[in-house]
C-alpha cells in the first residue's frame, strides 16, 4: 500500500462507531501500517452525531482528512452518509446501513429528515452499497453487532488478510461475543463482495 487511504465512519451514539474505528485502526497498525485516527462526539452520547476518520498509509503525518479525500464513507445510518458524503472524492465509495434513526431535532419538529437519503446518496456518488446491517447483525445473534457489520462491509475494499480483521475483532470485543462478531463480520463482508461482483 503505497497511498494513505482516508475512511470516515457517520455514526449515531450508541450504533458502535467507535468500536469499529478501534478495529480498522488495529488492523491497520497489525498491517504494519502508519495509523491516525480522531473522533467527533455529538452533544449527546446515545442518539447524537459521531463521526470518525481513519487514516492509514506508509507515512500518515495528520489524523485530519483533507476536504474532499474521503476514500471509503461508511454510513451507519442513511441520513449521517447523507451529511458526509459532501467530502468523498470522485470515485470515492460509499457503504450506507439502510436503517434509518431519527435524530431528537426532528422528533422535536425543529427539522426534518431528509426525503430518501439513499436515493440521494446514489446521486451524489457513483459507487454506492446499502447494507441492511440491523438485520443481518439480528441473524447473527444481536443488533449490537451493526459496527462489526459494517466493519466485515468494510473490508471486501481494503486489501488486508481476512484473519489481520477478524484478529482485530477479537481484540476489541468482549470475549463472550466473539463469536458472534465473527459471524456478524463475515456477514457483512459477504454481503458488499456479493454486491461489488455484480456490479
Sequence with gaps: MNTIVNIRLATVGGQGGVLASSVIAQAAFDAGLQVKKREVHGMSQRGGVVTSDVRFGPVVHSPMVPEGAVDILLGFEQGEALRAVHDLRPGGVV????????????????????????????????RVYAVDALKIAEDA???KAVSTVMVGA?????????DAWLKAIRGKVPPKTVALNERAFAAGRAVVQAASRGA
Excluded at 154 to 162: G, I, N, R, T
Aim: proline share 11%; charged share 15%.
Design 154 to 162: 468494510l473490508s471486501a475494499f481494503v486489501d488486508f488478510p481476512e
Design 141 to 143: 445473534g444481536s443488533v
Design 95 to 126: 457503504i450506507v446501513n439502510t436503517q434509518v434513526i431519527v435524530p431528537p431535532i426532528v422528533a422535536t419538529g425543529k427539522a426534518s429528515y431528509p426525503v430518501n437519503p439513499l436515493a440521494t446518496l446514489r446521486e451524489k456518488a457513483s
